[in-house]
């Protein structure tokens, strides 16, 4: 089944403590990107990455590192969490970057 | 400043009763707008892709539209099913960035 894998769905953790979320998929995608959801502020683009090694910042990137090593897995890093990236994340695939993207289930974080 | 601005922010319908929602946009170069859905607690759904002003694409019971300025999502005789939050999205220039506007949260009663 084609599709964006996100691990874990759920994490609870501590200002501070590094912590990685993985996102895989399956369909040969090169354009991937994650996202955060917060209420009233709706979807916004963390960073994206055109192809292997390719990443760029989108409108939200402070506090976050990312890497494309392979082109089937693009994970978020957060070096250092605090409370206001607690939120819902979700990691995004592409066959190109004007093609719809097929989203993960998500990951809900909360950093306290 | 690129912009997205959908309307209305909820929408509550009853069955069969057909109606619109809008996204209106702000981009130097349009190079793609999107609509999905979205379900609670679920990853957005992709919809349609429109890519220059006067085209239109069609899904069941669901029609976007494309402008120069805005996009519609008509829904005809909407069901039970069709509740969701539905998002628009932007896509700008050649880069890969993509602006989703707040969305429209669509509710119909039986």
């Known amino acids: 089944e084609a599709q964006v894998t996100q691990n874990p769905r759920y994490l609870i953790t501590v200002t501070g403590k590094k912590l990685t979320v993985t996102c895989s998929q399956n369909?040969?995608?090169?354009?991937m990107s994650w996202y955060r959801q917060d209420p009233g502020l709706g979807l916004r683009q963390i960073y994206y990455s055109m192809n292997v090694e390719v990443t760029d910042k989108g409108d939200v990137p402070e506090g976050y590192k990312v890497s494309r090593k392979e082109k089937r897995n693009f994970p978020l890093i957060l070096e250092s969490p605090s409370p206001n990236q607690t939120s819902l994340y979700f990691c995004?695939?592409?066959?190109?970057?004007?093609?719809?993207?097929?989203f993960g289930s998500g990951t809900r974080l909360t950093v306290v | 400043e690129d912009q997205v601005t959908q309307s209305p922010e909820a929408l509550r319908l009853q069955e069969g009763e057909s109606s619109s929602l809008n996204c209106s946009y702000t981009v130097s170069g349009l190079r793609g707008l999107f609509w999905y859905r979205q379900d609670p607690g679920k990853g957005p759904e992709f919809l349609f892709t429109l890519y220059s002003a006067g085209e239109e694409k069609e899904k069941e019971r669901l029609k976007a539209t494309l402008t120069k300025k805005e996009s519609f999502l008509h829904i005809t005789a909407p069901k039970p099913e069709d509740s969701a939050t539905y998002l628009c999205?932007?896509?700008?220039?050649?880069?890969?960035?993509?602006?989703f506007g707040q969305g429209t949260e669509l509710s119909v009663k039986p």
């Open positions: 999205a932007v896509q700008e220039g050649i880069g890969g960035k993509l602006i």
């Open positions: 369909m040969n995608h090169e354009y």
């Open positions: 995004a695939s592409s066959v190109r970057v004007d093609y719809g993207y097929t």
